[in-house]
């Protein structure tokens, strides 16, 4: 059973404009989100993270927000660059902090396409 | 600082034999972790080893094992190959000392004929 489900498998955006990937996810128990972005050949690097006690959280061109009530994030990205193409997974943990964050619920993924 | 290091980077093996995946932690790490990811899914957790234990284990069958050594790197084993165990392995570590997030290694390329 899927407990963190990316529904959108791609996402097209033109370079300038705002980049909004959505995750959803079933576990009340998850306190802990994370996005990764994933190019070919490489394993996925951390983008940004949130706790259950934020609801928003940005860094950058990136700002995630948790709807905890709604049970989903979705992920910003303003303004999208080419260089923002990949693959953007959804992660959860049950546990902030600690040797149990190691264990991580991913979404399927979404490949971003981000063209000039 | 080196980051996460796995070996080798692909590998292909026929059904039924056996194989072993290498895994060195960030430094500084002493927490690893395998994941699965299949072709168009999301990573899966396999288990996880925390002093020289596993500590974690997700819906893996018994086939999957794995051993952590006193400086932390990790191996994992799979036996008896399936088709359906082709995959890429990623190899993540961390700390219970700190909340960062997970560091991935680039991963091993494992295709099952």
């Known amino acids: 059973d899927q407990q963190v489900k990316q529904n959108s498998p791609s996402l097209s955006v033109q370079e300038g404009r705002i980049s909004i990937l959505n995750c959803d996810y079933t576990n009340s128990m998850f306190d802990y989100f994370l996005w990764y972005k994933k190019y070919p050949a490489e394993g996925p690097t951390f983008l940004i993270s949130i706790s259950s006690i934020k609801d928003k959280n940005e860094d950058g061109r990136f700002t995630v927000f948790l709807n905890k009530s709604a049970k989903h994030l979705s992920l910003h990205i303003v303004p999208s660059q080419p260089g923002d193409s990949a693959v953007y997974f959804c992660a959860a943990s049950g546990a902030y902090g600690g040797s149990t964050l190691g264990r991580l619920y991913f979404g399927r993924g979404t490949q971003l396409t981000v063209w000039p | 600082d080196a980051g996460v290091t796995q070996s080798p980077t692909h590998l292909i093996k026929t059904r039924g034999q056996q194989v072993t995946l290498r895994c060195s932690p960030k430094s500084g790490h002493d927490t690893v972790s395998w994941y699965q990811q299949a072709l168009g899914q999301g990573p899966q957790f396999i288990f996880q080893y925390y002093e020289e234990e596993e500590r974690q284990r997700g819906n893996f069958p018994d086939r999957f094992s794995g051993h952590q050594f006193p400086n932390y790197s990790s191996e994992l084993n799979v036996n008896a190959l399936l088709l359906g165990d082709s995959a890429l392995y990623l190899c993540?570590?961390?700390?219970?000392?700190?909340?960062?997030?997970?560091?991935f290694g680039n991963g091993t390329r494992l295709t099952v004929t």
């Open positions: 993540a570590s961390s700390s219970p000392e700190t909340t960062g997030p997970l560091h």
